[in-house]
């Protein structure tokens, strides 16, 4: 069992920067594939990115990339969402999730999930 929690959501306006961490605890942090997805109002989930065990090799949802950069420190068991230039198109709640999967570009390869963290960015 991965306990996970996110913090760092709020209020943003357009163009703004959040860093979104997530706290693990439980079983081997290390272990695992770290990711972010997202689910806005109405909406489905979204994959955001993801990070495997070692740290390397991050990938990125095509809607993110360039703006956005996962990293995890393992010896903190934390993993971090750095969100830059957010777009209103961006607003929803932010899911922490581990998987045991290589590639995780799915929300049902993930095994453990953080409550979220409402992320908002106005225009």
């Known amino acids: 069992q991965v306990q996970l929690v996110e913090s760092g959501g709020g209020l943003v306006q357009a163009g703004d920067s959040l860093r979104l961490p997530c706290a693990a605890s439980?079983?081997?942090?290390?272990?695992?594939?770290m990711g972010w997805v997202r689910q806005a109002p109405g909406k489905e989930r979204e994959f955001v990115a993801a990070?495997?065990?070692?740290?390397?090799?991050?990938y990125y949802a095509d809607s993110v990339k360039g703006r956005f950069t996962i990293a995890r420190d393992n010896a903190k068991n934390t993993v971090f969402l750095q969100m830059n230039s957010l777009d209103p198109e961006d607003t929803a709640i932010y899911y922490c999730a581990a998987s045991r999967a290589v590639v995780a570009t799915t929300g049902r390869l993930y095994l453990y999930w953080g409550q979220g963290t409402q992320v908002t960015v106005s225009s």
């Open positions: 439980g079983r081997t942090f290390s272990g695992y594939t």
């Open positions: 990070i495997l065990c070692s740290g390397s090799r991050p």
